[in-house]
Nanobody, 125 residues
Framework: QVQLVESGGGLVQAGGSLRLSCLASGRTFSRYAMGWFRQAPGKEREFVARISGSGDSTNYADSVKGRFIISRDNAKNTLYLQMNSLKSEDTAVYLC??????????????????WGRGTQVTISS
């Protein structure tokens, strides 16, 4: 069982930056690929980024490519999302998720086994 807790959300002006964190419980964090998703009101949950268990492979949604960076520190059981050049359309609840299948560019929420509760990110224009 893995428990995930996100932090770092908040209100920021367009063009600004935020760094989200996701702290995982348990000793097997490095065995899981991890992802960030987001969900805006009235919209479906959307893939943002994914990183392999070792951290050597990443993939991003086209909408955030070049602006967001996903990373992880397995020694600290922590996943990060550095968000730069933020836009109003980035406003959403951001959730981290764990996938026990540590291969492939898996972007569907249904494929992920564990979820945090999310952290709100609001971008003001």
């Amino acid at each position: 069982q893995v428990q995930l807790v996100e932090s770092g959300g908040g209100l920021v002006q367009a063009g600004g930056s935020l760094r989200l964190s996701c702290l995982a419980s348990g000793r097997t964090f490095s065995r899981y690929a991890m992802g960030w998703f987001r969900q805006a009101p009235g919209k479906e949950r959307e893939f943002v980024a994914r990183i392999s268990g070792s951290g050597d492979s990443t993939n991003y949604a086209d909408s955030v490519k070049g602006r967001f960076i996903i990373s992880r520190d397995n020694a600290k059981n922590t996943l990060y999302l550095q968000m730069n050049s933020l836009k109003s359309e980035d406003t959403a609840v951001y959730l981290c998720a764990g996938d026990s299948t540590d291969w492939g560019r898996r972007v569907l929420p249904a494929l992920y086994n564990y979820w945090g509760r999310g952290t709100q990110v609001t971008i003001s224009s």
